[in-house]
């Protein structure tokens, strides 16, 4: 089983300002990682894939980057509907999530 | 648009099987570009693959619930099954169904709304 940690576990931050967030992977995932977007009480929603593909109707101010083990999402700007749980996937084995970083309004 | 729902009992006994079902719209469970997939999250916690099927009925597991879990499709339909044995009340979550893109293993571009799974007597 690949493991994914995610980090900050909680990061507060101030509406216009830039978030990073941060996932590893237990060993090399490639370019396979994809992250997703969740609202209380709502569905995961595909954000990235492939580590830094925007998927169809995402925002240019979300982008990520990284391969191997070390991958990161950055929001650039952040909006009032940005604040939500992130998660990594990892889909070069079977798939695996990491924990989930939140972000919320500082 | 493409709209996944997923359907069963909210309540289930210790040691019975869940049993849920997805239903497709707006696009054909035939595709084949696509596979498709059930991931669960307890409440409060993160998100764990459960498994996925091809339409043709080809599967695959997590090995950690390989045991106890099976998974079907009805193309007639336009839906595919979960079914988990043997629960507890570690089963006890949120269950998604979900369109599967399968690059070498799949991601999730598509999902149900989640229906919540209690076990407990």
């Known amino acids: 089983e690949i493991v994914m940690t995610q980090s900050p576990a909680t990061l507060s931050v101030s509406p216009g300002e830039r978030a990073t967030l941060s996932c590893r992977a237990s060993?090399?995932?490639?370019?396979?990682l994809a992250w997703y977007q969740q609202k209380p009480g709502q569905a995961p929603r595909l954000l990235i894939y492939?580590?830094?593909t925007r998927a169809t109707g995402i925002p240019a101010r979300f982008s990520g980057s990284g391969s191997g083990t070390e991958f990161t999402l950055t929001i650039s700007s952040l909006q009032s509907e940005d604040f939500a749980v992130y998660y990594c996937q990892q889909y070069n084995n079977w798939p695996t999530f990491g924990g989930g970083t939140k972000v919320e309004i500082k | 648009q493409l709209q996944l729902q997923e359907s069963g009992p909210g309540l289930v006994k210790p040691s019975e099987t869940l049993s849920l079902t997805c239903t497709v719209s707006?696009?054909?469970?035939?595709?084949?570009?696509?596979?498709w997939g059930w991931i669960r999250q307890p409440p409060g916690k993160g998100l764990e693959w459960i498994g996925s099927i091809y339409y043709s009925g080809s599967t695959y597991y997590n090995p950690s619930l390989k045991s106890r879990v099976t998974i079907s499709v009805d193309t007639s339909k336009n839906q595919f099954s979960l079914k988990l044995s043997s629960v507890t009340a570690a089963d006890t979550a949120v269950y998604y169904c979900?369109?599967?893109?399968?690059?070498?293993?799949?991601?999730?571009?598509?999902w149900g709304q989640g229906t919540l799974v209690t076990v407990s007597s």
């Open positions: 979900a369109r599967a893109i399968m690059i070498v293993e799949p991601l999730f571009d598509y």
């Open positions: 707006g696009g054909s469970i035939s595709s084949s570009s696509y596979y």
């Open positions: 060993q090399s995932v490639s370019s396979n």
């Open positions: 492939g580590a830094s």
